[in-house]
Nanobody
Framework: VQLQASGGGLVQPGGSLRLSCAASGFTLDYYAIGWFRQAPGKEREGVASIIVSFGSTYYADSVKGRFTIYTNNAKNTVLLQMNNLKSEDTAVYYC???????????????????WGQGTLVTVSS
């Protein structure tokens, strides 16, 4: 199981970015995929997750209405569309996977087994 996150960068407040998490060695259908972020000096927090088989999605309150998680099954990829970005969204973003059903909280980093490397998102003017 491997995950490859990409798409980070520098964006101005109010701008948009789309992060991509490419999965290899497994198919998304039987997994939950989550996006997490960690800012300097802070704990890693769940941002959004998707239960691919059901299409169920979960979002942290801080990103509801601004972020959207979805899949591109043809490419075995999970994307995170981030709109109206704020300075407090600045962090290293990680994607992670856990077999469907093997978790208690789809937004808890402790429940995820497989992690990709991070991609840095900086929101600044």
């Amino acid at each position: 199981v491997q995950l490859q996150a990409s798409g980070g960068g520098l964006v101005q407040p109010g701008g948009s970015l789309r992060l991509s998490c490419a999965a290899s060695g497994f198919t998304l259908d039987y997994y939950a995929i989550g996006w997490f972020r960690q800012a300097p000096g802070k704990e890693r927090e769940g941002v959004a997750s998707i239960i691919v088989s059901f299409g169920s999605t979960y979002y942290a309150d801080s990103v509801k209405g601004r972020f959207t998680i979805y899949t591109n099954n043809a490419k075995n990829t999970v994307l995170l569309q981030m709109n109206n970005l704020k300075s407090e969204d600045t962090a290293v973003y990680y994607c992670a996977a856990v077999p469907d059903g093997d978790y208690n909280n789809a937004l808890s980093a402790y429940d995820y087994d497989y992690w990709g490397q991070g991609t840095l998102v900086t929101v600044s003017s």
